[in-house]
Structure formats: structure tokens, C-alpha cells
């Protein structure tokens, strides 16, 4: 059974940093490539950093260049999202996703609020 669980959210100040953790299991983590999304109150998912399977290669949303790094640890079946100088834009829920069929695998989602 494939499982995403994701933890770290927090409240925040802005300005402050968090890292988020998603860990996997039932599927070929160090064969996939993984994925962080976002969805804020009231507006759609937003892709925010993407990393292929081996780490050699990332991607970032606009609005996170600079200040969110993706990494993962093939070993543990984990991937993660280092979030530095966090604004309230910042705020949404954090989702985990990997590819698979039929529709891909997401997580819970993690929480972060970034308010003073």
C-alpha cells in the first residue's frame, strides 16, 4: 500500500524557515521523481519544487527560487523541503506527490502559516 506522510508544518513569523519531511513506502521511491505542491486558502494547487530520482537535476516555482531547496535521501524513502525566509504568501497546505498510475500518489498534507 503506497503511503505519503507528511510532517513539519508549523506556524511561523515571517521571515523565519521550516522543513518539511515526506516519507514514503509501498512504491520505488529512488525511482521516482518527487514532487512538493502547495494549495493556499481558496486558490488551486501550485507546483512548488520538483526533484528527479537521483537529485542531479530540480525545479522551482518563481515564487520560491532562492528560498526553498528540495532534496531527498533515497535510503530513508524521504523527501524534503528546506523553506528559508518564509512571507505570508507562503501560507497553504503542503503537499508530498509521486507519479503512478492510475492518477499519482499524494499525501495529507502539512500545514504552514507564516504570520506574525
Known amino acids: 500500500q503506497v503511503q505519503l506522510v507528511e510532517s513539519g508544518g508549523a506556524l511561523v513569523q515571517p521571515g523565519g524557515s521550516l522543513r518539511l519531511s515526506c516519507a514514503a513506502s509501498g512504491f520505488p521511491f529512488d525511482m521516482r521523481q518527487m514532487t512538493w505542491y502547495r494549495q493556499a486558502p481558496g486558490k488551486g494547487r501550485e507546483l512548488v519544487a520538483t526533484i528527479n530520482s537521483r537529485s542531479s537535476s530540480t525545479d522551482y516555482a518563481d515564487s520560491v527560487k532562492g528560498r526553498f531547496t528540495i532534496s531527498r535521501d533515497n535510503a530513508k524513502k524521504e523527501v524534503y523541503l528546506q523553506m528559508d525566509n518564509l512571507a505570508s504568501d507562503d501560507t497553504a497546505v503542503y503537499y508530498c506527490?509521486?507519479?503512478?498510475?492510475?492518477?499519482?500518489?499524494w499525501g495529507q498534507g502539512t500545514q504552514v502559516t507564516v504570520s506574525s
Open positions: 506527490y509521486a507519479p503512478g498510475r492510475p492518477g499519482g500518489y
